[in-house]
């Protein structure tokens, strides 16, 4: 019940004025429920609202899960409902538990699916979440009453068996760049965006006798071909930089994905 252009007047019954510093009223409420007093903008009686505060790193995960689904409803508006998106936020354990979650029944009963690995700065999962893509149909299942379905998505089986298309750009770092480098040469799809950062290799942290720490290279990636994949990015099939300015409703990049999924996939785009 709370809207844009109401006005936050009170915090659990505590008057805020010009004055008022709102981190006072907001010190160690983090978990606890806080009763706000909201006046609307056509001067309506205040209503009170509890809410519960979340920390700052939960406030990041839930604005960046709001992201996602921004993106996902971005690629379907633009593909009529044809494609799905997923995002690979890094390659951490984590991360690839929430592909498996979003990797859902929408996504699955697309056409064809983005999947947007932009601003990941890698992990160690690159080869469990190739696997997902990787996979190829062999069966069907019916069930009563129901349209025939891939089998290993209907058993819960953690598989995507749809066209995919992949994107990155110059923040894709590290383990994102295995994964880049692996889509590539499975031929899983095209690579749509910027090259990778070029940027992934191992090393250490030493510390120095005077109390400093120098980090020192001990391994080196190279792709199937043996050349170093440090400083060397991995380059994409379809260049698109996105232009100074753009927001939330517009990504070039994405926009070139779907365009050439849908040209994969066949039909009207």
Do not use: C
Not at 11 to 32: A, C, F, S, T, Y
């Amino acid at each position: 019940n709370i809207h844009v252009g109401d006005y936050l007047t009170a915090i659990d019954d505590q008057p805020i004025n010009p004055n008022q510093d709102l981190n006072q009223l907001l010190e160690n409420k983090v978990g606890r429920r806080v009763t706000l007093s909201i006046a609307s903008a056509t001067g309506a009686a205040p209503q009170k609202i509890t809410v519960r505060p979340t920390n700052q790193a939960t406030e990041k995960g839930l604005l960046y899960r709001a992201w996602v689904q921004q993106q996902r409803d971005y690629v379907n508006k633009i593909s009529n409902g044809r494609l799905g998106y997923v995002h690979l936020v890094d390659m951490s354990e984590q991360a690839l538990n929430q592909l498996y979650l979003d990797l859902d029944a929408d996504n699955q009963s697309k056409e064809g699916v983005v999947v947007d690995i932009r601003n990941n700065n890698g992990g160690f999962v690159n080869a469990y979440a190739l696997d997902v893509f990787s996979r190829k149909p062999y069966l069907t299942m019916t069930g009563r009453g129901m349209p025939a379905a891939p089998a290993r998505t209907q058993l819960g089986q953690r598989t995507l068996e749809l066209p995919t298309i992949l994107v990155t750009n110059q923040h894709s770092l590290s383990d994102a760049e295995d994964f880049t480098e692996g889509y590539r040469t499975m031929k899983l799809g095209k690579v749509v965006g910027e090259p990778t950062g070029g940027w992934i290799i191992f090393t250490s942290s030493v510390t120095l006798i005077d109390g400093s720490s120098v980090r020192l290279p001990f391994s080196k990636i190279e792709d199937h071909e043996g050349k170093d994949m440090e400083l060397h990015p991995r380059p994409v099939d379809i260049a698109v930089s996105r232009a100074l300015g753009e927001g939330n409703a517009k990504d070039s990049q994405l926009d070139a994905a779907a365009k050439s999924l849908l040209q994969e996939v066949g039909g009207k785009q």
